[in-house]
């Protein structure tokens, strides 16, 4: 806890003194870049990954990058959050970045570790398509290979699962929001992007295009 309170004074001290002007700017109100979505995982900053500034993303983290398919029933924080980065603050791009050595996809994959941790379980029903995908078609795979197509057929899930929100795809049929498909690689730092002209993940900056309906796309994996 020490590190956390000396970080914070170091912040106050050595960030704000030197940049007030540019954090009182920031108090007037947000105008960021994208919404990015990625998973709770200690190991990962998306503003370190991306080298961006307070106020260029609006970040929304939970176990396993998952977006939850939309239900007027059943609002929680995602749905929300979604929401308010399309429709309230008009977002014109959404990353949904999974990365390597993922616990989420690891439990996902090994449902019965998950015995004693019943909400992280019930929470992850919302990849049961990625988890079945994996069983019916990735058969042949095991180990470090399985999780890996695990992490990128799970991008392209919870991406399908966000088209059913009903600011984004309202977003999208106006041509006014772009969904793209990211993996990071924690021990390299390499970003991979979703091509949906090849049907596969490619070094970022690499792909013909944005994220469209995975469909029967081949996915190959490339980490």
């Known amino acids: 806890m020490q590190k956390l309170v000396q970080?914070?004074?170091?912040?106050?001290?050595?960030?704000?003194?030197t940049r007030r002007s540019f954090f009182e700017k920031l108090a007037s109100g947000q105008n960021p870049i994208a919404l990015f979505i990625t998973c709770s995982d200690s190991r990962i900053n998306?503003?370190?990954?991306t080298q961006t500034d307070p106020g260029d993303l609006f970040i929304l983290r939970n176990?396993?990058?998952?977006?939850?398919?939309?239900?007027?029933?059943a609002v929680c924080g995602e749905t929300a959050t979604i929401e308010f980065a399309v429709a309230g603050l008009g977002v014109r791009d959404i990353i949904l970045c999974g990365h390597?050595?993922?616990?989420?996809?690891?439990?996902l994959l090994n449902k019965?570790?998950?015995?004693?941790?019943?909400?992280?379980?019930?929470?992850?029903?919302?990849?049961?398509?990625?988890?079945?995908?994996?069983?019916?078609?990735?058969?042949?795979?095991?180990?470090?290979?399985?999780l890996t197509a695990t992490v990128e057929e799970n991008v392209l899930v919870q991406l399908?699962?966000?088209?059913?929100?009903?600011?984004?795809?309202?977003?999208?049929?106006?041509?006014?929001?772009?969904?793209?498909?990211?993996?990071?690689?924690i021990e390299t730092g390499q970003v991979f992007e979703?091509?949906?002209?090849?049907?596969?993940?490619?070094?970022?900056?690499e792909a013909g295009s944005s994220f469209q309906p995975a469909g029967s796309l081949k996915l190959e994996r490339t980490i």
């Open 63 to 73: 176990a396993g990058n998952i977006v939850p398919p939309y239900s007027a029933n």
């Open 160 to 185: 399908e699962n966000l088209r059913t929100h009903p600011a984004v795809a309202a977003a999208i049929a106006k041509e006014k929001l772009t969904l793209h498909g990211w993996v990071y690689k």
């Open 100 to 107: 390597s050595h993922c616990g989420a996809m690891k439990g």
């Open 7 to 17: 970080g914070v004074h170091n912040f106050q001290k050595e960030i704000i003194g």
């Open 112 to 146: 019965d570790s998950l015995h004693e941790l019943p909400a992280v379980s019930g929470w992850l029903g919302h990849a049961e398509a990625t988890r079945r995908i994996m069983r019916e078609k990735y058969t042949e795979l095991k180990g470090d290979a399985l």
């Open 46 to 49: 998306p503003n370190l990954m």
């Open 194 to 205: 979703f091509d949906a002209q090849e049907g596969q993940f490619v070094p970022l900056g």
